[in-house]
């Protein structure tokens, strides 16, 4: 189990109006995990900064709870393809930004639509507030969807994905955070695309996981369990300490 030990403060202009304080450092946050690791070296408490990302699957959230427990970020599910909308997101965009959580949407990519509709849908759902994080690209396979089980050639991949950034970018002022898994990223050359990456590894740090790449996010869990929060939510730890935390928020317009 992590222990707070550590909180640093910021300001942010959140879209709820006004100056919210932003909880943009928390060390060793109070966390627990159902299925925990015996991590052998360089574990996830070794970085200090820990968030969360979350759907409509986690239920009702406390913010403020959760925020206290060492939440420093959260990454929200937005959207999915190009006509789907999670319901819950913007309850819990709404309250991230009262509770001063940081906060970021992301989009899960369908291969079977658009990535020029996807991107718009996204932009119809997501505000462009002052303070948000990156907007957030998510590409995996879809082996179990019920419509879309496509698995394109690793070209077409990174194209439809450059041509979502770009509308992204262009919107929001920011180019986007691309997430994704071991074997999407080693299958399709993600690397090539040349963005800042958000990489799920739930066994290994990382960095192993991930050889000889340039990280920002790591999801490590998927079975965490966090105040706030009923059941199990995603993990995540940002790549460095409190002070590089402040400098990646300001340099993201934070």
């Known amino acids: 189990m992590f222990r707070p030990l550590l909180v640093v403060l910021a300001f942010a202009l959140l879209s709820c109006g006004g100056p919210q304080p932003v909880a943009v450092t928390t060390a060793a946050p109070r966390f627990d995990d159902t299925q925990p690791v015996d991590w052998p070296d360089r574990a996830p408490h070794h970085h200090p900064v820990h968030g969360i990302d979350l759907s409509r699957y986690q239920g009702d959230v406390d913010w ?42 992301y989009h899960f990519f369908y291969w079977c639509g658009p990535p020029v509709e996807q991107a718009e849908w996204f932009i119809r759902h997501v505000p462009r507030s002052s303070g948000a994080l990156p907007p957030v690209l998510d590409l995996e396979y879809t082996p179990f969807s019920p419509t879309c089980t496509r698995r394109l050639p690793p070209a077409e991949v990174r194209a439809r994905a450059r041509a979502f950034i770009d509308v992204i970018a262009r919107h929001y002022g920011q180019r986007p ?40 996010f790591w999801q490590y869990s998927g079975t965490g369990i966090v105040p706030g929060i009923e059941g199990e939510v995603d993990l995540n730890a940002f790549n460095g300490g409190p002070a590089e935390w402040l400098a990646w928020l300001a340099a993201r317009g934070h």
């Open 64 to 105: 403020s709870r959760a925020r206290a427990a060492g939440v420093s970020f959260a990454f929200i599910k937005a959207t999915e393809g190009g006509d789907r909308l999670d319901p819950a997101f913007r309850e819990n965009w709404d309250a991230a930004g009262r509770a001063g959580v940081a906060r970021g949407a």
């Open 177 to 216: 955070v691309i997430y994704t898994t071991t074997e999407f990223w080693r299958e399709n050359e993600i690397d090539r695309l040349g963005e800042e990456v958000w990489l799920r590894s739930t066994a290994r740090h990382v960095s192993d996981a991930y050889p000889d790449t340039s990280w920002t």
